[in-house]
């Protein structure tokens, strides 16, 4: 799977957008680019994941540049209850039930910190 | 509330102990994965588990083993226990081997004296 870097910690204002970049510059084809958050000592959250497009869900949204080279991560009203690790990361999809394998690799991720 | 239930929430032994983490996935999810996290490691993936089959193996320490139940639930046997082995793990399941959005429990903590 292709490595991410992540900005180590970021801060963002309550009530602002949240924009968390990642770079993969060494994506393949048919890796997709899966976000998730964990809040302190809690279990992994998905967030999001897409492949080329843009996606969006009830939780954040997700940009992905036309060479899929970075992408971001927008949390669009952040709430104190954001503050979290986000882990971006890159890995082949498979939508064939029984198709593929192993587990996500996460790395350090991006603290980030909604201030009051 | 992710649906994946873990049991126990909370373990406290001795080092050379055995140890048992259970874990429910997500109704009609057929993956099962295992995870450690440590406070100087992250979170480590150790062993994933589709159907009732090892599918992939992680950092997996030859002194832990695991096993998919054909309810589908798992169980991650720890032994011989170290003070290293001190960590939370997470069970996370998915509907498929391959999909990538896993659906995490709320841990175990286990603390070993």
């Known amino acids: 799977d292709a490595k991410t870097t992540q900005p180590p910690s970021m801060d963002c204002a309550e009530g602002r957008a949240a924009n968390l970049p990642c770079n993969h510059s060494?994506?393949?084809?048919?890796?997709?680019v899966y976000w998730y958050r964990q809040i302190h000592s809690q279990g992994p959250q998905y967030i999001i994941h897409?492949?080329?497009n843009n996606e969006t869900n009830e939780m954040a949204s997700l940009i992905i540049t036309e060479d899929r080279k970075s992408s971001t991560l927008i949390l669009p009203h952040a709430t104190l209850r954001d503050t979290a690790v986000y882990y971006c990361i890159v890995r082949v999809g498979s939508l064939l039930v029984g198709g593929g394998a192993d587990g996500l690799t996460f790395g350090k991720g991006t603290h980030l910190i909604i201030q009051p | 509330d992710s649906g994946v239930t873990q049991t126990p929430k909370h373990l406290i032994t001795a080092t050379g102990q055995r140890v048992t983490l259970r874990c429910s996935p997500r109704?009609?999810?057929?993956?099962v994965y295992w995870y450690q996290q440590s406070l100087d490691q992250g979170l480590q993936f150790l062993i994933q588990?589709?159907?009732?089959?090892?599918?992939a193996k992680g950092n997996i320490l030859e002194r832990f083993s695991a096993q998919q139940f054909p309810d589908l639930h798992s169980e991650l046997n720890l032994s011989s226990l170290e003070l290293g082995d001190s960590a939370l793990y997470f069970c996370?399941?998915?509907?498929?081997?391959?999909?990538?959005?896993?659906?995490f429990g709320e841990g175990s903590r286990l603390t070993v004296l």
């Open positions: 588990y589709y159907n009732g089959e090892e599918r």
């Open positions: 897409g492949l080329k």
């Open positions: 060494t994506i393949s084809g048919n890796e997709y």
């Open positions: 996370a399941s998915s509907v498929a081997a391959g999909r990538g959005e896993l659906f």
């Open positions: 109704s009609g999810d057929l993956s």
